[in-house]
């Protein structure tokens, strides 16, 4: 592979993006402030304003910045989706992140122009689901979800037509992106059609005589003895009972990181490494950019000689929930 | 309105099996959906088995459907699915965008299974334009969703729209196997420990509510939903089927009272109502077990948070 990888971060404030361009991103993603994206979190996202000066930074310094437009509106919905991609389109956006079909299909008929990138919601883990949606409607390029290992990953690569882009670094869904409705069946509030999981107006923190609860809407996610770390009550990284144990019976609090795999996934042609987190703050996206930047660099410079710094696992391990890291589904164990 | 039988969800013995599908055939029915969709290493009916399974059904009179994985693996199931595709006789119901493209590439009609995420009419008109014949409403579109659906799509003459009405809801997959780490098992060698839970394995919270059900890779509710007296409202709104998930015990009992329901008899509500199926005794929903009243509607939370819970949160999506 002599075409080098883009480094794709994550932007949910101006002064995010400012931080993820000026530590070494090759493009940053956005999203409105709004519903269209499933980062739909109260203080986040970019008003027209400041998605203008954010273009304006982002392409006066050579780089690239995506539009977000992940969830899947509703029949009554979709025109506010509809302005939505012709904003980003007015604005500058190099691309689109897109998961609903009609969503996609807006944009490629009347901006065939602006590339269309495939959502993680979408969920497309196949040559076979990517053929598709490249030739209905004009992806070139796809976000994987979560589900594959490294292995099947690269087979992926080999063969696909759309370009592929991996989660690198953050927060980690363990269920296939786009068809989970744990928070759904807790809160009325998903992912899907609300941009959130996990809302925090659902999320209620009580002392109680056997240690500091989290509630999600009335139910207890876990408990935390004095002097245990906390995390947030999502469904999926909860503790609960089952069969008399008391364990995180999906997954722990967690973060992926695939810095182990990445010559070969460089190797493999993967177009684009992602971090998550557009929920997180500039010191955070400037820290884990800096990382990847100089880990791609490093691959770049010599696949053969890559060795993963410890400065680069300490940062990474101090940013991680839990303060610890997975491969996740790359690797079959996890399963 | 008519009534199918989904495909069982879980990981039942061959004789189980058998046994359920010959005592079913005999009920008032219209159609069935037949497979294996959570688990492609659950192999306890062999292909055959099933092709016998399916002609007893349709040589009743039957609708009967295939279905296909929800999660197909690149390695393990691709050449299942390409055979239930391939298979000439019987429809066949996509369950994830794979199967959508298969079939799609063979210019096969197909039932949009609940897999799938078509939230507007725009998506199931590009969807019916690729083979779609039956859309089935995934488990948190409700009644707002296709009353809006209806109205966008006036003029128009949109698929057929099947709703699960009556069982516990399959709220998300993995790659991980959620029964063999409950068992402390590697997916690879799970010994089907799922085996030995015929109804998914039940997850309480650490206050001893009962809130999930696992199912090798699928997590089911707790809750069991039943649309039942929301029947009125159903054919209102169009819907042509609906579809009971099976269980180890009593679905008899369930499939003869929704034909009750379907007839104009008013009958009681046996399992929990749903959120987004809001009818005369809305508002009282038990949702998630642990009761208590929630209203929110699903399309306007009322999200006000603090940053620093932000900062911590744990969910991963794009």
Known sequence: MNRRPELVCPAGSLPALRAAVDHGADAVYVGFRDRTNARAFPGLNFSDEDLARGMAYVHERGRRIYAVLNTYPGSSDLERWERAVDKAADLGADALIVADPAVLDYAARHHPDLPRHLSVQASAPSVEALDFYAREWGVTRAVLPRVLTVHQVERLAARSAVALEVFAFGSLCIMVEGRCQLSSYVTGASPNTCGVCSPAHAVRWEEGPEGREARLDGVLIDRYAPGETTAYPTVCKGRYEVQGHVFHALEEPTSLDVLPLLPRLVAGGIAAFKIEGRQRGPAYVAQVTQVWREALDAVAANPDAFQIRRSWTETLARLSEGGRTTLGPYDRLWR | ?318
């Not at chain 2, 001893?208 to 039943?226: A, K, W």
Request: charged letters at 25%; a positive charge; hydrophobic letters at 40%.
């Open chain 2, 1 to 318: 309105m008519r009534l199918s039988l989904a495909p069982v969800p879980y990981a039942w013995s061959r004789a189980d099996l058998l046994r359920f599908y010959e005592e079913a055939i005999h009920w008032p029915l219209d159609g069935v959906v037949l497979g294996e969709y959570v688990c492609g290493k659950r192999r306890e009916l062999r292909r055959e088995d099933w092709w016998a399974i399916a002609e007893a059904w349709a040589a009743s009179g039957r609708e009967v459907v295939l279905t296909t994985p929800v999660l197909p693996d690149p390695d393990a199931d691709i050449q299942h699915l390409r055979r239930v595709v391939g298979n000439g006789r019987f429809s066949v119901e996509a369950n994830d965008l794979t199967s959508v493209a298969l079939l799609r590439k063979r210019s096969l009609s197909f039932v949009g299974g609940p897999g799938l995420n078509l939230y507007n009419h725009r998506d199931v008109a590009l969807f019916q334009r690729a083979g779609m014949t039956r859309w089935v409403l995934n488990p948190e579109q409700g009644r707002k969703d296709l009353a809006d659906f209806r109205r966008y799509s006036e003029g128009t003459s949109p698929p057929e729209v099947e709703v699960v009405a009556w069982g516990r809801s399959a709220l998300a997959y993995s790659p991980r196997c959620f029964s063999a780490r409950a068992a402390g098992a590697p997916k690879d060698d799970c010994r089907f420990v799922c085996r030995d839970w015929p109804e998914g394995l039940p997850v309480r919270t650490r206050d001893g509510v009962p809130f999930l059900r696992l199912n090798g890779v699928e997590v089911q509710s707790e809750t069991l939903y039943d649309l039942a007296p929301e029947i009125p409202l159903l054919k209102q709104l169009g819907v042509s089927l609906l579809r009971l998930v099976p269980q180890p015990e009593g679905t008899a009992d369930i499939v003869s009272r929704f034909r009750l329901a379907i007839a104009g008899a008013s009958v009681p509500r046996v399992g929990a109502a749903s959120r987004y199926w809001p009818s005369a005794d809305a508002g009282k929903a038990p949702v998630a077990g642990a009761g208590g009243t929630r209203d929110a509607p699903a399309s306007s939370p009322q999200v006000a948070a603090s940053r620093s819970e932000k900062e911590g949160r744990g969910d991963g999506g794009a």
